[in-house]
């Protein structure tokens, strides 16, 4: 058996005293987590000890004595052994330190009082079993700070650590967390028991820290209330008509409002943050907040000099006017003999002036805006104060806009081409005596008389070589339609990334990267024969990617809806694609 014993190296240098820890269960194993430092009352160790108890979900328990002999104290050594009696416990551990020496001497007595390993001989390093002693020190104010993961296959983002079984160093982890309540009180307070552990130079604080806990409760209630002011109005029955929720979920701007509107909720909600995965979601919403209006402002302030926003206005209606012209361009191109292909005159006709008379409405439509485009663009810049993503979801929008024309077209072109497949594969089963049973969603047997595929082989004809047109057309406005999706696709992906990029997780990984613990790794530290092993045990740090992978925030943004195989069977069928959904819609075929 093997003794081992997790000592904080803070304590290396203490006073004489008695180690307050706790033994692990199921674990031949002690966490040391104070020492209480000689003179002290044994009964106010007692009453201090029973304090905790209610305080912290540990039981915490004297340990043994620890000694660092100094003049004037030659008989400590001999008085805290026979506290033993008075602190009953399983083992009572017998620690001393020598001035000028890196390594413990380790007793270890049994309750009844008898001394167990060589009888006496200070540095034998065994426990009563014949096992051996290990000291394994820890930096306490790490161990303290950090959250300990394990990385497990499928964990997604914010997912909680689980396992089949507490470890022994997650025990260790989850013992030092949860002794908080034993470091408020150092050797600098007025008190009858003074401690050595992690915060015994000054306890971690700062002023401005606590002005910032304390602000944050007045703002937290003002935003509270005007967010409960902007849920009532947002709930007005006028704006929750069909048409109105219509549109506002196909806008962009309205979804990211929506979305931040949700985690400015989370953010001042009065309930404390119950866990880490919660408190890391809740200040990964904060920073993230924070920074995006930063980089707002800085839109801003950039947009609105030099007279920037009357140049773009000037240069958007030449640029809608180009588009346009190019489009027109394009039709008189199908409309003749597009790469020498031989199609159906009269259908290449109707089809190119119905969507030449679609570009002449639209850039009437245009021209007719563009006296206001210049005072829009000066009020929808002004969104910018409330996050680059809100700029960018209006630029999203601004984007689906000008190009609704070629939406429609895509639309037009691809309701043509779907209705000639479904036509000539409800032909084709026609021919081969099948029909399509609506009730049973299946292919069933049919016997059709002489008229019925005279004119079915009549439509089919008619069908078939209108086709070739119509495909046509539908590729050319379906390429237009997927440059236009990419380009929007682009932004979602850049809103996305800093709606859910944890720049507080990060940040406390490049900072203190031991704040974020994938496991430990062991140096070490003092081995001489007969005596203890000495062990440092150091923090490895959570990999970046495995960062982003636990601490992603959630978002609404876009995702593939379907795989490529499918997207591809979309596009030849002449279905209509949108090439992503909201994380929160759920997928149909």
Request: hydrophobic content about 45%; glycine content about 8%.
């Amino acid at each position: 058996m093997v003794l081992k014993i997790f000592f904080p190296q803070c304590c290396n240098m203490a006073d004489s005293g008695l180690l307050i820890g706790h033994w692990l269960p199921g674990q031949d194993s002690a966490v040391v987590l104070a020492v209480v430092h000689y003179p002290f009352i044994p009964g106010q160790v007692k009453r201090y000890l029973s304090q905790l108890q209610n305080e912290s979900r540990v039981e915490l328990a004297v340990l043994g004595s620890w000694s660092m002999p100094k003049d004037g104290q030659e008989g400590m050594e001999s008085f805290l052994k026979d506290l033993s009696t008075i602190f009953p416990q399983g083992r009572w551990l017998q620690l001393s330190r020598e001035m000028g020496q890196r390594g413990f001497t380790c007793h270890v007595v049994q309750r009844e009082g008898t001394l167990l390993g060589d009888e006496g001989d200070k540095c034998n390093g065994e426990n009563g079993d014949g096992g051996r002693v290990i000291f394994i020190h820890y930096d306490q104010r790490k161990v303290m700070l950090s959250q300990l993961h394990t990385l497990e296959a499928g964990a997604g983002a914010g997912a909680t650590v689980t396992g089949a079984g507490p470890s022994e160093l997650r025990l260790v982890f989850s013992t030092v967390a949860q002794s908080q309540p034993l470091f408020h009180t150092d050797k600098y307070d007025d008190g009858p028991l003074k401690l050595t552990h992690w915060q015994s130079e000054g306890r971690e604080g700062s002023i401005i820290v606590e002005l910032a806990k304390q602000a944050s409760v007045p703002l937290c209630l003002l935003l509270t209330w005007l967010l409960s002011l902007w849920t009532w109005l947002c709930g007005i029955r006028l704006l929750n008509l069909q048409p109105v929720r219509f549109v506002s979920s196909k806008l962009s701007t309205c979804v990211q409002l929506s979305y931040r509107t949700e985690h400015l909720q989370t953010v001042s909600s009065p309930k404390k943050a119950l866990g880490h995965a919660e408190f890391m979601r809740k200040a990964n919403i904060f920073v993230s907040f924070f920074v995006d209006v930063a980089l707002g402002l800085l839109l801003i302030s950039w947009l609105y000099q030099e007279n920037r926003i009357s140049l773009l206005a000037n240069t958007l209606v030449p640029v809608a006017d180009h588009v346009a012209q190019e489009l027109q361009e394009l039709l008189k191109w199908l409309m003749g003999a597009p790469a020498g292909l031989k199609i159906n005159r009269a259908l290449d006709e109707v089809l190119g002036r119905f969507f030449l008379y679609h570009i002449h409405l639209w850039i009437s439509y245009i021209h007719l805006m563009s006296p206001f485009i210049e005072m829009i663009l000066w009020y929808v810049g002004l969104c910018a104060c409330l996050g680059l993503t809100f700029a960018l979801s209006v630029l999203s929008d601004i984007v689906a806009l000008l190009t609704f024309h070629i939406y429609c077209f895509y639309v037009y072109g691809a309701r043509l081409y779907c209705l000639k497949i479904y036509g000539l594969s409800s032909l084709w089963r026609l021919f081969r005596g099948k029909k399509w049973n609506v009730l049973r969603q299946r292919v069933d047997s049919c016997s059709y008389d002489v008229d019925q595929l005279f004119i079915g082989t009549l439509l089919f004809t008619i069908l078939l070589f209108l086709l070739p047109t119509t495909a046509l057309y539908y590729l050319v406005f379906t390429l237009l339609r997927l440059v236009v999706v990419l380009f929007q696709g682009l932004i979602h992906l850049s809103v996305d990334s800093i709606n859910s990029f944890p720049l507080f997780a990060m940040g406390l990984r490049i900072c203190q990267p031991y704040r974020l613990a994938e496991g430990v790794k062991f140096r070490v530290l003092c081995e001489e024969p007969g005596k203890p092993l000495h062990l440092l045990m150091e923090i490895n740090p959570l990999k970046f990617g495995s960062v982003l992978q636990w601490y992603r925030t959630p978002t609404y943004s876009c995702y593939p809806k379907d795989s490529w195989v499918a997207l591809c069977k979309k596009l030849f069928v002449g279905e209509l694609v949108y090439p992503w959904k909201h994380k929160s819609t759920k997928k149909t075929d």
